[in-house]
């Protein structure tokens, strides 16, 4: 009996790396492509045969000498995600089922937690708070942006653990979470309560001198339907100028975000440029005319990363905007996320991206053509935006 539920655990595993290796792989969150893979796979894929081995070993002792109960779902899900994180990209993930379906939640629109933007400090191995959504139980409790969440219930997190803790802080509608947060050099700590948070992509409004402002959260759902609607909202106002805020904003679906550079870009003009891990590029094009043809100031930060920086390049390079605020992030790469047929996931890094006019992103980001600080008690960045357009 021993034997067998050893061989059977064995192929488990075994079937689970070879899903891995051999899948056609595709990218996620930050910036990203999204696709579905319901293929099978057999063993005759691939030839594993010193891991076959080394985990038939490893099963093996386990069951002979190991005093704890053994869990084989855990141990399969703890040798997928060890054998990516093995690769040292902080950006390959593999995700587990329920994490995949927490995924697509939130790209649908909603979830419960406590309605924060957090993303990966690389440079610092730490996981820091973009920003928190308006009205929730984060902004409730004055969470800011650039604070770095350093346990979730007393438990430490690092940048490398970011999917762990974004999990942890998820919960059921009602509950607690604490979060001990570094602002500066102080540590604070907060105690959450929990609720289902409804996202929005979008927000719009018009300011004085018939000046239209938009400001893209994330580009995650059908943000560009959205934008369009929100845009046409405005023209009916009457505006004749936009500001396009991209403060904060970690990134989303690259798609979504060509397909708003779209909107104001003339046809057949270069809006981004890839290259995958063999040179080969692919350049993607304006496919129809602009809808948008106002003078345009985009807002940006040391947050906006990812498809913001693939946005605000698209209209700097085509000298459609002019940018103000800070140098972006720096994130100039694009991962694949695909849906595996199991229902887990595997996020990897596909390609590199550069601006139409070839300029390389990732850490170095885009430098503004203004550059201005925020300061604590006002707005000097959107004030200079207006500013700049009250003169076109």
Same mark, same amino acid.
């Given at each position: 009996?021993?034997?067998?539920?050893?061989?059977?655990?064995?192929?488990?595993?075994?079937?689970?790396?070879?899903?891995?290796?051999?899948?056609?792989?595709?990218?996620?969150?930050?910036?990203?492509?999204?696709?579905?893979?319901?293929?099978?796979?057999?063993?005759?894929?691939?030839?594993?045969?010193?891991? @076959?081995?080394?985990?038939?070993?490893?099963?093996?002792?386990?069951?002979?000498?190991?005093?704890?109960? #053994?869990?084989?779902?855990?141990?399969?899900?703890?040798?997928?995600?060890?054998?990516?994180?093995?690769?040292?990209?902080?950006? *390959?993930?593999?995700?587990?089922?329920?994490?995949?379906?927490?995924?697509?939640?939130?790209?649908?629109?909603?979830?419960?937690?406590?309605?924060?933007? #957090?993303?990966?400090?690389?440079?610092?191995?730490?996981?820091?708070?973009?920003?928190?959504?308006?009205?929730?139980?984060?902004?409730?409790?004055?969470?800011?942006?650039?604070?770095?969440?350093?346990?979730?219930?007393?438990?430490?997190?690092?940048?490398?653990?970011?999917?762990?803790?974004?999990?942890?802080?998820?919960?059921?509608?009602? *509950?607690?979470?604490?979060?001990?947060?570094?602002?500066?050099?102080?540590?604070?700590?907060?105690?959450? *309560?929990?609720?289902?948070?409804?996202?929005?992509?979008?927000?719009?409004?018009?300011?004085? $001198?018939?000046?239209?402002?938009?400001?893209?959260?994330?580009?995650?759902?059908?943000? +560009?339907?959205?934008?369009?609607?929100?845009?046409?909202?405005?023209?009916?106002?009457?505006?004749?100028?936009?500001?396009?805020?991209?403060?904060?904003?970690?990134?989303?679906?690259?798609?979504?975000?060509?397909? #708003? +550079?779209?909107?104001?870009?003339?046809?057949?003009?270069?809006?981004?440029?890839?290259?995958?891990?063999?040179?080969? @590029?692919?350049?993607?094009?304006?496919?129809?005319?602009?809808?948008?043809?106002?003078?345009?100031?985009?807002?940006?930060?040391?947050?906006?990363?990812?498809?913001?920086?693939?946005?605000?390049?698209?209209?700097?390079?085509?000298?459609?905007?002019?940018?103000?605020?800070? *140098?972006?992030?720096?994130?100039?790469?694009?991962?694949?996320?695909?849906?595996?047929?199991?229902?887990?996931?595997?996020?990897?890094?596909?390609?590199?991206?550069?601006?139409?006019?070839? $300029?390389?992103?990732?850490?170095?980001?885009?430098?503004?053509?203004?550059?201005?600080?925020?300061?604590?008690?006002?707005?000097?960045?959107?004030?200079?935006?207006?500013?700049?357009?009250?003169?076109?």
């Amino acid at each position: 009996m021993e034997r067998n539920s050893a061989e059977r655990t064995y192929k488990i595993i075994m079937l689970m790396i070879i899903t891995i290796i051999v899948t056609s792989l595709v990218t996620a969150f930050a910036t990203y492509h999204y696709m579905t893979n319901n293929v099978k796979f057999s063993k005759k894929d691939t030839d594993l045969n010193g891991l @076959e081995y080394t985990l038939s070993m490893f099963r093996k002792e386990l069951e002979e000498t190991y005093m704890g109960e #053994i869990n084989d779902e855990e141990l399969i899900e703890g040798a997928m995600k060890g054998y990516i994180e093995a690769l040292g990209d902080p950006y *390959t993930v593999y995700y587990t089922k329920e994490e995949m379906d927490e995924i697509m939640q939130e790209t649908d629109g909603s979830y419960v937690g406590i309605g924060v933007y #957090i993303m990966q400090d690389v440079k610092n191995d730490a996981i820091s708070i973009v920003s928190p959504i308006a009205d929730s139980p984060a902004e409730e409790v004055g969470l800011l942006p650039g604070d770095i969440i350093k346990k979730v219930d007393g438990i430490s997190y690092s940048g490398s653990q970011m999917e762990e803790a974004s999990n942890k802080i998820k919960g059921e509608e009602g *509950t607690k979470v604490t979060l001990e947060i570094l602002r500066g050099t102080e540590t604070k700590v907060f105690e959450i *309560t929990r609720k289902k948070i409804v996202l929005e992509h979008i927000i719009a409004k018009k300011l004085e $001198n018939n000046i239209g402002y938009i400001q893209i959260l994330d580009f995650e759902g059908e943000c +560009a339907k959205e934008f369009q609607k929100k845009y046409e909202g405005l023209k009916k106002q009457g505006i004749t100028k936009l500001i396009v805020d991209l403060r904060n904003n970690g990134g989303g679906l690259v798609n979504e975000s060509i397909k #708003i +550079a779209d909107f104001f870009t003339k046809k057949d003009e270069t809006l981004l440029i890839t290259a995958d891990k063999n040179g080969k @590029e692919e350049v993607t094009k304006a496919t129809s005319d602009p809808i948008i043809e106002l003078p345009v100031v985009l807002l940006v930060n040391e947050y906006s990363a990812s498809a913001s920086e693939i946005f605000a390049g698209a209209l700097k390079d085509n000298k459609i905007a002019t940018l103000v605020g800070e *140098t972006t992030y720096g994130k100039g790469i694009i991962q694949t996320l695909q849906r595996l047929s199991d229902g887990s996931g595997l996020k990897i890094t596909t390609e590199k991206y550069y601006t139409p006019n070839r $300029n390389e992103i990732h850490k170095i980001g885009i430098t503004p053509d203004i550059k201005v600080e925020l300061k604590e008690d006002e707005d000097t960045q959107l004030q200079k935006a207006i500013e700049v357009l009250k003169k076109k």
